[in-house]
């Protein structure tokens, strides 16, 4: 899995793009590729967590997004992330 970490800044053109990239992240979620997303308590970033293999395949989901094509918008960080699964008898 992959975090990244979005920074937003409150520019107009951003709220303007945020509902076409919740309609992406909804979609993505229901294929389960997104496992979870939203914003940070206050409002100056965001998480999205992916479930794809490798880097290459987080970037192609980045570049469909309408949002990171905005000002105001940026990915701070994107980082492989393993979650603990707990094994239980």
Do not use: N
Not at 58 to 64: D, G, I, P, S, T
């Amino acid at each position: 899995m992959w975090i990244v970490e979005l920074s937003l800044a409150p520019t107009a053109e951003r709220l303007q793009a945020r509902s076409a990239h919740r309609r992406l992240l909804a979609s993505l979620c229901e294929r389960g590729v997104v496992r979870m997303a939203g914003p940070l308590a206050d409002d100056s970033g965001a998480v999205v967590v992916f479930d794809v293999p490798g880097r290459d395949d987080v970037e192609r989901l980045l570049k469909r997004d309408p949002y990171l094509a905005t000002p105001g918008v940026a990915v701070a960080s994107v980082r492989e992330w393993r979650p603990f699964t707990p094994v239980t008898s």
